[in-house]
């Protein structure tokens, strides 16, 4: 089993940069990894896959062109980084590590962090 743990968030105005972190232990990365984010009173929702050698990616339309996802491998990590923020994007973000199945479902996704608080102010 592999134990992921993301750090990174903050708070942060509108318009700034943050770069999440989601370091794997307990085992190597074997596969594609995935960031979600869930708000408020909302359902978790699909922001980010990337496949294991990085050479494929995927975004949700709401983030793209404005947040870039990313892994090194030596490291088992995988990073999202977030630029433009907006208040919209505010959120409690996870990585997961995928499954299989559709990458933007959660239950494509069978191992997850505990998430990091990402807070844009206006």
């Known amino acids: 089993q592999v134990q992921l743990v993301e750090s990174g968030g903050g708070l942060v105005q509108a318009g700034g940069s943050l770069r999440l972190s989601c370091a794997a232990s307990?085992?190597?990365?074997?596969?594609?990894m995935g960031w979600f984010r869930q708000a408020p009173g909302k359902e978790r929702e699909f922001v980010a896959h990337?496949?294991?050698?990085?050479?494929?990616?995927y975004y949700a339309h709401s983030v793209k062109g404005r947040f870039t996802i990313s892994r090194d491998n030596a490291k088992n990590t995988v990073y999202l980084q977030m630029n433009s923020l907006k208040p919209e994007d505010t959120a409690v973000y996870y990585c997961?590590?995928?499954?299989?199945?559709?990458?933007?479902?959660?239950?494509?996704?069978?191992?997850w962090g505990q998430g990091t608080q990402v807070t844009v102010s206006s």
């Open positions: 997961a590590e995928y499954y299989g199945g559709t990458y933007d479902y959660t239950r494509a996704y069978r191992y």
């Open positions: 307990g085992r190597t990365f074997t596969t594609a």
């Open positions: 990337i496949s294991w050698s990085g050479g494929t990616t």
